[in-house]
Structures are given as C-alpha cells and as structure tokens.
C-alpha cells in the first residue's frame, strides 16, 4: 500500500485500496487523514477521467468535506458525480451515488432514501448499506428518529449476516445513542421468525394491514414516514415467510 501511495501514478484500481485505508483512518478519529487520502485518489481519477471508483470515493469524501468546513469541496465532488451520472442514466448505482452525495451535501433526507431505495435492489453490500447509514444520519439530524433507526437495523442487519463485525459495532453504537437496545444478534429474548418474533412496531403495522389500511395510511396513523412503513413489513414477510400483504392478512391471527 505505501509503494503504490508514494508512485504518482498508480494502477487502476488502487482506489479500492485508499477507500479501504481511509475508512480504518476515520474509523480511528482521523478524519483528517481519511479526507486527505480520498481526495488524492479522487483529484487522479478526475485527471483520468475515471468514474468507476465514484461510488467508493465520492460519498465519504463529501461526508468528510462538510465535517472538516470545505464546502467547496463538497459541492465540487457532487457536482461532478452528478455530470458523470447523466451519461449512465439507466444505471441504478450511478444515480444512487449521484442522490446520495446531493442528499449529504443539501442534507436532504429525501434524496437520500431514493438513494437507498436504488442501491437496495442491486445487491452490492457496501454501495446498499453505506448509503443506509448515510440515509439515516441525515434523518437522524432532521428529527426522523424513526427512520433513521430502521435505516440503521436494515444496515445491522446485513452486516451481521455476513460477519462484518465492526460494521455491525459502529451501527449498535449509532442505535443505542438513539434510544435502541440490543445485542449483536438481534433483539434480546425475542425468537427470529414468526409472531412472536415481531417487534412493536412490526405487530402494529401487520395489524393495519389486515385492516386494509395502505403503507401512506398505515405511516399516518403511527407517525411515522410510508418508507419506515415498507421497511417494517419487509422484515414481516421475512420473519413470517408470507409473500404479499395478502398472505399476511390471511395469516394474521386476528382474522
């Protein structure tokens, strides 16, 4: 890593390696350092006209940019992100990183739960679950502690299934300074699948939709936003293995 950080031209691909380092760096308080890191890689590639790497590059470099009061930084990286993103329009990352940089930058939480909604169906880990946790500091910040925390379990969630334990750790950090208690392999006592194994919140909404009641409706009544609401009966149709809302109502013991 030191030989190809001290060439002044090094091979494609070492971008991997310093949005690697510079996560460790941040991760230990030196956030300094990780913006330093990132932007080097990110002023090459804009020499070279690489877009491949913005996805790993751009969002932490704008996190970073507005935590350490270069703005202009910040604003330069989206909006450059945003120009490579209207040549890729049908590519769902691409406009998930453009969302989430433009999201981070105007601390715009709505921007930021498209960029989820993108980056979710694609299946890459890091580009879903960084922007999960982008997503819920932003709502977070704005007061939508409810949404944020879903973002935050979602995000928990796959960390913990694939092992990434210090992922998981910084993540149980963030929920329990939100008010949420839990162990790292979920919420204590309580069983995985089925009914039982439902949160508050989960039952709540598995109610209103026996009722009939829509997500919008449902995010009404329990004042929370439509996507927490989807966000929640997804992990009801995983826990009771039910494949629709109507398979849900037909198993919902209240019928």
């Known amino acids: 890593m030191r030989d190809q950080l001290d060439n002044d031209a090094p091979e494609y691909g070492v971008e991997m ?20 890191l990132l932007l080097r890689f990110w002023q090459l590639d804009e020499q070279r006209e690489v877009r491949y790497y913005h996805r790993y590059l751009a969002p932490p470099l704008v996190r970073l940019s507005l935590l350490l ?21 049908d590519v769902p990352t691409v406009q998930s990183t453009a969302l989430r940089c433009r999201g981070l930058l ?8 498209r960029a989820v ?31 944020a925390i879903a973002l935050w379990s979602e995000a928990l969630e796959r960390y913990e299934a694939v092992g990434a334990d210090a992922w ?32 508050p919140t989960e039952h709540a909404v598995s109610d209103l939709v026996a009722e009939g009641l829509t997500n919008r409706e449902i995010a009404r009544r329990l004042h929370i936003s439509p996507h927490t609401v989807n ?25």
């Open 17 to 36: 390696v310093a949005f690697a380092t510079a996560s460790l760096a941040e991760a230990k308080g030196q956030a300094t350092k990780a913006h330093q």
């Open 69 to 89: 009061g270069q703005d202009d930084v910040a604003r330069a990286v989206t909006e450059s992100v945003e120009a490579g993103a209207k040549l890729a329009p």
């Open 106 to 113: 105007e601390h715009d939480p709505d921007a930021l739960i």
């Open 117 to 147: 909604e993108l980056a979710r169906p694609v299946g890459r880990l890091i580009d879903h679950l960084f922007t999960c946790e982008d997503a819920a500091g932003v709502l977070g910040a704005a007061g939508r502690t409810e949404d």
């Open 168 to 199: 998981a750790t910084r993540v149980l950090a963030l929920l329990r300074r939100h008010g949420v208690r839990r162990g790292t392999r979920g919420p204590r006592q309580r069983p995985s699948a089925g009914w039982d194994g439902l949160t």
């Open 231 to 255: 966000t929640h009966l997804r992990h009801v149709f995983q826990k009771l293995s039910v494949p629709s809302r109507a398979a849900l109502a037909a198993e919902h013991p209240g019928r």
